[in-house]
């Protein structure tokens, strides 16, 4: 009762996998059965050594362009991407299941259960959507996720509705900036010296609003709008590369990976427009850090602005 059981990977036979050019190829698994689509991020290689390539760059995180069934182009790829054959080893890969903003309304019911009154009683919010979501990351700190709610209607009684049960909660661990983030991607390369990242943000918006009517209290529906994306990071001012895209107005790209007690979430906004900046130099003997805000805009290919992945489980 409760249990579920899900795929979270694929292994190829021996020699079966290798790495090209374009990314992953096979001569016998097909790849097209695995429920791959473009888009999707998939974790290279498992802990053993006959279970990942021999090129230690090759075992990493990549996303999936195009999906055919003896090879996986991928567009995004670990920093060092080169060739091997992958002879005599059975390479794991890993994936999972994902989000991304689009046209289906999810609405959900929430419920408050205040045991401690008189008479135990109960709160209902129905037709909840989610209107705002915001991550925060900052170093040495835990990440923290904040997300808004709006709604058509609220209700209380001394009783719930037939059938609810309440189900246990979900066993996760805390996760943390120091030693939880596997890769912080900028323009498909890794942020690393001379420009660590301090901070990241990422902010969603769905522009909803109350569909109100005459004769009605409640609201009748909940009317949404674009999925907005904005953010903004944060690093130390060591080269002028991400400031030139933003005054050439070059688009990039921002992707970040991370991970706990073998599982993994990947945020994914493969384009983005760097919408303004700063970079005080407040006094000597400081470090200068420059602060880049950016929109997260459609992409045109892969058809989403946000693509978030849950990786249930990887070595």
Not at 39 to 65: C, E
Request: glycine residues 10%.
């Amino acid at each position: 009762t409760g249990a579920t059981i899900r795929v979270a990977g694929a292994v190829g036979g021996s020699g079966d996998l290798a790495a090209s050019v374009a990314g992953l190829t096979s001569a016998t698994l097909d790849f097209t059965t695995l429920g791959l689509v473009p888009g999707m991020w998939i974790k290279i290689g498992g802990t053993a050594v006959g279970d990942k390539f021999a090129t230690a760059a090759l075992n990493g995180w990549a996303r999936i362009s195009i999906v055919a069934a003896n090879l996986l182009t991928l567009d995004n790829k670990p920093t060092g991407w080169t060739t091997d054959a992958g002879t005599g080893k059975t390479i794991k890969f890993w994936f999972g299941d994902y989000l991304r903003n689009g046209v289906v309304e999810n609405g959900y019911t929430f419920e408050i259960d205040y045991q401690d009154m008189s008479v135990q009683s109960f709160e209902y919010f129905s037709g909840m959507e989610v209107k705002t979501a915001a991550i925060q990351m900052n170093a040495q700190a835990i990440p923290t996720v904040t997300m808004s709610f709006m709604g058509t209607f609220a209700s209380q009684g001394t009783s719930r509705p037939s059938g609810s049960t309440t189900v246990p909660r979900v066993a996760s661990e805390v996760m943390n900036t120091s030693s939880n983030v596997a890769t912080i991607r900028e323009g498909g390369a890794e942020v690393t010296n001379p420009n660590y990242v301090m901070s990241l943000s990422l902010n969603i918006e769905n522009n909803l609003r109350f569909r109100n009517a005459i004769g009605s209290v409640s609201a009748v529906g909940i009317g949404n709008g674009r999925c907005n994306v904005t953010g903004s990071i944060d690093t130390y001012f060591g080269d002028m590369t991400m400031l030139n895209k933003l005054r050439n107005d070059s688009e990039s790209s921002l992707d970040f990976v991370v991970v706990k007690s073998n599982q993994a979430y990947v945020f994914d906004i493969p384009r983005v427009n760097y919408s303004s900046e700063k970079h005080p130099i407040t006094g000597i003997d400081t470090d200068v850090m420059i602060t880049l805000n950016f929109q997260g805009l459609r992409h045109a290919t892969l058809g989403y602005t946000l693509h978030l992945q849950r990786v249930p489980y990887f070595e």
